[in-house]
Nanobody
């Protein structure tokens, strides 16, 4: 049974950092892409970053490049999103997602068939 469980969200001041975790089960990270997405109140879900299956290559939304880092630990079946220099406008629910049919991943959410329940990130002083 495929399952994705996010953790690590919380309240952080502007400029602060958080590390989100996505623990997966029911499949092996080595062979599938994982994406991170966010949805802020009143906005559509947006792609933040993804890591592809074969070579672990990564991509980021332009707005987070240089501040966010995605990484995976295959042995732990966990994907991480390190978020530094957070901005108030980045407050949102963050989701990880699994793309069983798109090993190269992508920033479009239509590529992903399984989603976690999300973890809330609040950026406020």
């Amino acid at each position: 049974q495929v399952q994705l469980v996010e953790s690590g969200g919380g309240l952080v001041q502007p400029g602060g950092s958080l590390r989100l975790s996505c623990a997966v089960s029911g499949f092996t990270l080595e062979y599938y892409a994982i994406g991170w997405f966010c949805r802020a109140p009143g906005k559509q879900r947006e792609g933040v970053s993804f890591i592809s299956s074969a070579d672990g290559s990564t991509e980021y939304a332009d707005s987070v490049k240089g501040r966010f880092t995605i990484a995976r630990d295959i042995a732990k079946n966990t994907v991480y999103l390190q978020m530094d220099s957070l901005k108030p406008e980045e407050a949102a629910v963050y989701y990880c997602a699994y793309a069983p049919h798109a090993p190269d991943g992508g920033m479009g959410d239509w590529r992903y068939d399984y989603w976690g329940q999300g973890t809330q990130v609040t950026v406020s002083s």
